[in-house]
Every structure is written in structure tokens, then in C-alpha cells.
């Protein structure tokens, strides 16, 4: 059974700080992984899909990585701002594909 | 291009009562899923549409259904509501041979 965990479950820095978000799971047989953002009371905004063949995709300030046969990803921003501020989760999507099975998120705060 | 929208935003229901959601999907997805976000339980997979036909369900009982219809609108119904299913229910859509999937903003249920 497929499990995803993120560390760590809430972190806090200062603006302009870069950061690392991290996410492993226990089956290395995924479709694809998928970051999240999501703001209180909000919906989710998906902000990188990476395929299983992949290694990494960027977009602007934030970089995601794959490393399938450790069962790890990472979500680098860089330069962190106040605005970065909210909920990061990932999640995955098995070869059969249909569900998403999600961590349990990290909880930014970016302090000005 | 429209995003995914969800009715209604809010919703406040008593026990034993049932309730029906809708979800519209980006246009030209076919393939709706249903998640329900709990504190508790983090985000859990509820089930997956596509073309009118169920394609994957989650461990939820069955007094959790849905359908979806020929336009790709698709509705999640709760008979016998209990407190535990106050939640967050996002809906997200997909296009065909994508399996990145793009989130509503969620109808807020609570169960009094």
C-alpha cells in the first residue's frame, strides 16, 4: 500500500531564505508526482508535475526533484517571500493510475 | 480557460440528513475525481469518473456516491449524513492521457 510522508509537518524563515520541502513514499511504481499549494480554506494549485521517467522540472523560483529508486522528491524555492506562505503537499499517482495519494503537507510560514 | 468550479461553496447539513455536490471541470476534461479533506485524515480519495462510468473508488462507505454526465459535470451525493463527514470535498479534473490533475476550490461541508 502506497504511503507518502512529508517533512517537516511545519516550517518557518525568514524572507529570502531558500528552502527544501521534502516528500518520500514507499512504492517506487508511480505514474507521476505532483506539488501542491494550497491557502487556507482554499483548493489546491497544482505547481510541478514531474513524470517518473523525469528527473526534475522547474518553474520560476521553485524546483522539484525525483529520485524514484529512493522513493524521494524535493521542492526547492528559492528566495523565499511572504507570499510563498501556505500549505505544500505532494502527492503521487500509481501506473493504474486514477487516484492521487497525498502526504500529509508542510505548513510554510515566511516571516518579513 | 474557466478552472474547475465547485457548488455550493458552503453548506451546512444536520444528521441523518443527505446532500449533493457539483462539480463542473475544466472544459474539454473528461475525467473528474472527488477528494475529501479532513484535518484527521488529510486528503483522501473518494472516487474517479470518466465518460459517465466510475473508474476507481476509494475505501468510503456507500453512502458515498457520485455520477458524472454526458457534458462531464459531475455531482457526489452523502445520504445519512454523520458529524464525521463535515469536510473539505475538493473535485478536480483531468484532460485524457494526462494524468496532472487541476483542483476546484471546494465545497465546505459541515454536519451539525
Known amino acids: 500500500k502506497q504511503e507518502v510522508t512529508q517533512i517537516p509537518a511545519a516550517l518557518s524563515v525568514p524572507e529570502g531564505e531558500n528552502l527544501v520541502l521534502n516528500c518520500s513514499f514507499t512504492?517506487?511504481?508511480?505514474?507521476?508526482l505532483q506539488w501542491f499549494r494550497q491557502d487556507p480554506g482554499k483548493g489546491l494549485t497544482s505547481l510541478l508535475l514531474?513524470?517518473?521517467?523525469?528527473r526534475e522540472q522547474t518553474s520560476g523560483r521553485l524546483n522539484a526533484s525525483l529520485d524514484k529508486s529512493s522513493g524521494r522528491s524535493t521542492l526547492y524555492i528559492a528566495a523565499s517571500q511572504p507570499g510563498d506562505s501556505a500549505t505544500y503537499l505532494c502527492?503521487?499517482?500509481?501506473?493504474?493510475?486514477?487516484?492521487?495519494?497525498f502526504g500529509q503537507g508542510t505548513e510554510l510560514s515566511v516571516k518579513p | 480557460k474557466a478552472g474547475v468550479t465547485q457548488t455550493p461553496r458552503y453548506l451546512i447539513k444536520t444528521r441523518g440528513q443527505q446532500v449533493t455536490l457539483s462539480c463542473s471541470p475544466i472544459?474539454?476534461?473528461?475525467?473528474v475525481s472527488w477528494y475529501q479533506q479532513t484535518p484527521g485524515q488529510g486528503l483522501q480519495f473518494l472516487f474517479e469518473?470518466?465518460?459517465?462510468?466510475?473508474?476507481n473508488k476509494g475505501n468510503f462507505p456507500g453512502r458515498f456516491s457520485g455520477r458524472q454526465f454526458s457534458n462531464s459535470r459531475s455531482e457526489m451525493n452523502v445520504s445519512t449524513l454523520e458529524l464525521g463527514d463535515s469536510a473539505l470535498y475538493l473535485c478536480?479534473?483531468?484532460?485524457?492521457?494526462?494524468?496532472?490533475?487541476?483542483f476546484g476550490p471546494g465545497t465546505r461541508l459541515t454536519v451539525l
Open positions: 469518473y470518466f465518460s459517465e462510468t466510475q473508474r
Open positions: 478536480a479534473s483531468s484532460a485524457t492521457g494526462s494524468n496532472e490533475q487541476f
Open positions: 502527492a503521487v499517482i500509481g501506473n493504474q493510475g486514477g487516484k492521487l495519494i
Open positions: 512504492d517506487s511504481a508511480i505514474y507521476n
Open positions: 472544459s474539454g476534461h473528461r475525467s
Open positions: 514531474i513524470q517518473s521517467s523525469q
